[in-house]
């Protein structure tokens, strides 16, 4: 038991604290089971000649991504590869070096650029960096560096759990020594000269609020060697050892105020309280151009009567910003939609979506964070440390 604790914590995220392994039904919550999905009150369908992949399962076929950068393009369709437009944000990200966070996606998008994009060499543009949420004014290629130093490498990723989840890792804490406290119980009674202490250190530096010289006492145990020579140690010391090193949390990372003031570029808070992203890629895939404008006009129409919309270049406080960026892999199973929701601390990949699925995904995944499993590819959920990967 002690070994399964130990493993499910030091694994990836792709497993629940408890070790229970996540699949497309537990990732989310799901939508239940009396809405019947449909819009009854769309109007709007994919022409007859767009056929999409009906059998393969959409689950994890997503690659992982710990950052993901929204270039502000002012298109909603591009070259091939993105990379390849000279002089851009994008080629420019290609050939720097690596964060050293893990993957960067980089997508190119619609959301509209300052004018001096169109005039000025290098062009500046705007970006949205998530999930750190932060948007960075007047970028250009020459800023890359900076903008891998100071707001990518350091910020949070899609697995590092949120400050919410303190709780969460500290009634985990207990669990783990009671656990360890069980399983020592079990070994067998030795002599009051072999008593000895195993301890847990928790290391401030990995774990923010838990004073770093502070040791816990897990447990007065006693060491022997049992029937078959093996003592104590040989039995628990390699979990005892791993928990030693074990990070309950990650390295603290910035907030959007804190990188924006390490800095010359100027950032702030992406004002969003969702992203909502389609595929529009017309060059690689004819049915993501012409998925995306029906998908788009669909959400309008949910969203304006709550007053959530905004437009490309609408970036008054909350609502739901909607971009159309370049390809994202899965091109037959458009249309594909990624939806960002910034105070759940989640992430949601979403395929195969028609007009038809729209006021469902608006109601129940956009606000509600609930998910219809068989359209999910992959995604993140930061306030359960949790991913698809």
């Known amino acids: 038991m002690l070994k399964r604790l130990v493993r499910s914590w030091t694994g990836s995220g792709a497993a629940t604290p408890g070790g229970t392994p996540i699949t497309k039904d537990n ?89 001096e994009y169109f005039t000025e060499d290098p062009k500046p543009t705007t970006c949205i960096i998530l999930p750190s949420w932060t948007q960075i004014e007047r970028l250009t290629p020459d800023d890359v560096p900076e903008l891998i130093d100071k707001f990518i490498s350091p910020g949070p990723t899609t697995t590092t759990p949120m400050a919410g989840a303190r709780d969460r890792i500290k009634e985990q804490q207990a669990e783990l020594a009671e656990a360890v406290a069980r399983e020592l119980a079990e070994e067998e009674a030795v002599t009051e000269e072999e008593e000895a202490r195993v301890t847990i250190t928790v290391p401030s530096s990995e774990y923010p609020g ?58 702030y808070e992406c004002p969003h309280d969702y992203l909502i992203l389609l595929c529009s890629h017309k060059h690689r895939d004819a049915r993501c151009g012409k998925s995306a404008p029906l998908i788009h006009k669909e959400l309008r129409r949910h969203l304006q009567p709550l007053g959530l919309y905004r437009d490309v270049d609408d970036f008054r406080p909350g609502g739901v910003g909607i971009f159309f960026i370049n390809h994202v892999g899965g091109h037959k199973w458009s249309a594909n939609m990624m939806i960002y929701r910034k105070k759940a601390g989640q992430g949601i990949w979403l395929a195969r979506v028609k007009p038809n699925d729209v006021e469902a995904i608006v109601k129940w995944t956009l606000l509600e964070g609930k998910v219809q499993p068989d359209k999910i590819r992959a995604g993140f959920d930061r306030s359960r440390g949790v991913t698809s990967w």
């Open 27 to 115: 990732l989310f919550d799901t939508i239940p089971p009396e809405c019947d999905l449909e819009c009854h009150t769309c109007t709007i369908k994919y022409p007859s000649s767009f056929k999409i992949e009906e059998s393969t399962d959409l689950w994890q076929s997503g690659k992982e991504w710990a950052t993901h950068i929204i270039i502000a393009t002012g298109k909603s369709d591009w070259v091939r590869d993105v990379d390849d437009e000279r002089g851009s944000l994008m080629e420019a990200i290609s050939k720097a070096k690596k964060p050293t966070n893990g993957k960067l996606k980089v997508s190119a998008s619609n959301m509209c650029p300052p004018p």
């Open 210 to 267: 838990i004073n770093g010289d502070q040791r816990h006492d897990a447990l007065d145990t006693k060491a022997s060697d049992d029937a078959n020579g093996k003592g104590l140690q040989d039995s628990v010391g390699p979990p005892i050892e791993e928990l030693s090193k074990l990070s309950l949390e990650p390295i603290p990372t910035a907030t959007a105020a804190e990188l924006a003031a390490s800095s010359y570029l100027k950032s």
